[in-house]
């Protein structure tokens, strides 16, 4: 069976989210962290909160990582090491304008030289397993082919990639033909990424390229949380049971941020992010609702409600 993996996505997959999925859902063979970058010579404090061993109860988490350069590699590397972690993943696919137009992310895809300079600082640390997430460009289709020679020569676990490129943003249809050839001349393990929502999409995925790894799954899973464990467990729950699930999870990072965040403003706009994929599950009329609530005491009753 193949490999699920949880993409990370920014301001929704942290630590809390991670752990309580893992406790409630499980199915994930590995979770990763939002990219941590430095932020004026520095980790963000927040990312750090975020690593720290002791707030993982997976037991599979993956730090990922997104830089310009050997030197920002070398620090952040250097730092989530110290914090007990021996694998990292290269972040060379997210497709926002502000990381791409500084050379981090997707936007180091169009220059070869500058990932074959991350490539020898990998082949030098054999102490720590490396993957990378990819997309097949930044603005050409052709840039991951290009590419090829120097990640077949890099001591990668394996590479992820979502066939699109950046400009495209999350529209837009999939490039299969190119994936394809980036997948037949490719010899590290290849993780898919890209548009999985059911189970019917993992299978096709895996029916048609039986060779892969595994799957990478984010926006599916934050849409429908058993998407993993129904793969694994061939077993779907009836909506009502779902609905519980997800109250049960929605539950533990209410109390989680309760504590955290500082005052009812900051935690009524957190737990309205949790919502965002979850319209199809909830109901268009209670999504709104819920859009809507303009105090913690109107969005705690529509929450009841459910």
Known sequence: MMEIHFAPLQGYTDCCYRNLHNRIFGGVDAYYTPFVRMEHGELRKKDIRDLLPE?????????QVIVKNVQELD????????????????NMGCPFPMQTKKGRGAGLLPFPEDVEKLSYYINDNPEVD????MRLGCTD?????????VLNGTRLKHIAVHPRIAVQQYKGDLD???FEEFMDGCEKPIIFNGELRTIEDIDNVVKRYPNL?????????????????????SKTPEADELLRLVLELHSGMYEHYSKTLQGDSHLLM???IFWEYLEDLIGHKNYKLIKKAVTITKYNAVVASL
């Open 176 to 178: 299969m033909n190119t």
């Open 55 to 63: 707030n993982d109860n997976t037991g599979k988490l993956i730090p």
């Open 75 to 90: 620090f952040l590397v250097s730092a989530i090491r110290e914090m007990g972690y021996n694998r990292i993943d290269v």
């Open 213 to 233: 790894m595994g799957v990478m799954i984010g926006r599916g899973m934050l849409m429908h949380p058993s998407l993993a464990s129904e793969y694994v467990t």
């Open 141 to 149: 289709t052709r840039e991951c082919l290009r590419l090829l020679p």
């Open 130 to 133: 490396f993957s990378i997430k």
């Open 270 to 272: 957190k737990m309205k």
